[in-house]
């Protein structure tokens, strides 16, 4: 039976094979030698654990305030036989979670341990859990270096806090090619990147049974912390009975996951329309003469364009909802007002989003809620509630329909599951209570369920 022993993360290696070019297989040579040469190759088997603080940039519940929090991942890689295991509790605004994701060398599982529930997982393919816990050791980016070196370029020579480092770039399964900067005096690797805004710093190297790792990394985007190394236990070819297996006392949920990802497009209500794709979901209400949208996800003016064309009616819109200031909720929110539509807001997110779309012109943009207020007629009243999600948050609320649309306090896309239980959900329903009005049908911004 598995035991859950929390802390974290993972590496991968695989078999060597021939370098690419002759520059680039010096170099892999010596990086490989600095992290312990023959030893590393010895490596079959990792268990990695971790302890970090997670700061919620653009993710707190103030905008003037930064939320701290925790995350404990344990991570069990079998390189020789594709299986991997990361088991992590977090400790967040939306309380603890402690779950579980893992690839037995055949199928893909996600395991919720407050729920005590499991749903089959087709995505989670071996280097798609892997691959973050790749990314964070860089004794991994070794091995998975050394075991496929053929895509790899030398890049420019650059100082890196004072010392002369060497870029290369090579490509890693399932993700966009990455670059390490590897110390030209010691060949070990201090940072990576990707994607652009992606970076990873390795510090506080330390050794084990004959290899080298960073006992330290802090994962950046852009400019911003995500992930700050508190402490990293590794252990070389542990034990690994029982890892990969379901833990007793689990129940399956049948069905797996929803299909996302196309665009869906739905009428739930007489002129009310939910449309989305895979994380990203919007409702548009037909107020007659115009649209009021709420939803602020990327991708806005394709969802509007859907329901415009579900409808059949060319109307503009007039008023985009923002429930709240959360970065990934008004990324989309340029393209409301591309198309002519004002924001909708609280005093307490005019900062954030001047921040995410410029001061010029933005405040006759912007129609402001104290507690409450009423559009079309009434057709759509926004009440400013507080959560532990967010201190202020605009619930968007139809009472003829009795329905209302929200985003982050409850959501699940697996396709026969009720939302997971959270301080946000717990707080949401106390407002909700606060407010003594009827709902029936409760909307997400995250997925396409209809919850009661």
Request: contains cysteine; glycine residues 10%; negative net charge.
């Amino acid at each position: 039976m598995k035991i859950i022993h929390l802390a974290i993360f993972t590496c991968g290696l695989f078999t060597s094979s021939a370098y690419g070019g002759d520059a680039e297989k010096e170099l892999i040579g010596k990086i490989v030698d600095a992290y312990g040469g023959h030893a590393v190759s010895e490596i079959k088997k990792l268990k990695i654990e971790n302890k970090y603080k997670t700061p919620a940039v653009g993710q707190s519940a103030s905008p003037s305030q930064l939320d701290i929090g925790v995350l404990k991942d344990r991570v069990v890689v079998d390189f020789v036989n594709k299986r991997v295991s990361e088991i992590s509790w977090t400790l967040s605004n939306n309380g603890p979670r402690l779950g579980e994701r893992f690839n037995n060398g055949q199928t893909g599982h996600s395991i919720n341990y407050m729920r005590g529930t499991h749903v089959d997982r087709e995505d989670y393919t071996f280097h798609r859990v892997a691959g973050g816990n790749l990314r964070m050791l860089d004794l991994g980016l070794v091995k998975l270096l050394a075991s496929n070196p053929e895509g790899a370029v030398l890049g420019d020579k650059l100082y890196l806090k004072g010392r002369l480092h060497q870029a290369l770039t090579f490509p890693m399964p399932e993700t966009s090619g990455i670059t390490i900067y590897v110390d030209v005096d010691s060949y070990l690797i201090s940072k990576m990147t990707r994607s652009g805004e992606l970076s990873y710093v390795y510090s506080d190297y330390q050794e084990v049974d004959g290899v080298k790792y960073a006992g330290s990394t802090d994962f950046f985007i852009g400019a911003q912390p995500n992930m700050l190394s508190l402490s990293r236990n590794l252990t070389v070819n542990p034990n690994v009975v029982g890892e990969f297996e379901m833990p007793e006392g689990i129940k399956t949920i049948p069905g797996g996951m929803l299909d996302t990802s196309k665009m869906m497009t739905k009428e739930v209500a007489d002129g009310v329309f939910l449309v989305g794709q895979r994380a990203g979901f919007s409702m548009f209400v037909d107020a007659g003469d115009y649209f009021i949208g709420v939803g602020g996800y990327p991708k806005l003016t394709e969802r509007f364009n859907a329901v415009k064309e579900l409808d059949g009616l060319n109307k503009p819109l007039k008023f985009q909802v923002v429930t709240h200031h959360h970065s990934d909720h008004i990324a989309g929110l340029d393209e409301a007002i591309e198309l002519g539509a004002k924001l909708v807001t609280v005093r307490t997110h005019v900062q954030p989003l001047k921040a995410a779309l410029g001061d010029e012109g933005i405040e006759a943009k912007l129609l402001l809620v104290d507690e409450k207020v009423s559009l079309a007629d009434g057709k759509v009243k926004l009440f400013n509630i507080a959560t532990s999600h967010s201190d202020q948050f605009l619930l968007f609320y139809m009472p003829e329909e009795q329905l209302i649309f929200s985003a982050d306090h409850f959501s699940t896309q697996v396709k026969n599951a009720l939302p997971g239980p959270s301080f946000g959900a717990v707080t949401f329903l106390r407002a909700l209570e606060r407010l003594n009005v009827e709902i029936k049908t409760l909307y997400d911004a995250h997925t396409p369920h209809v919850f009661t």
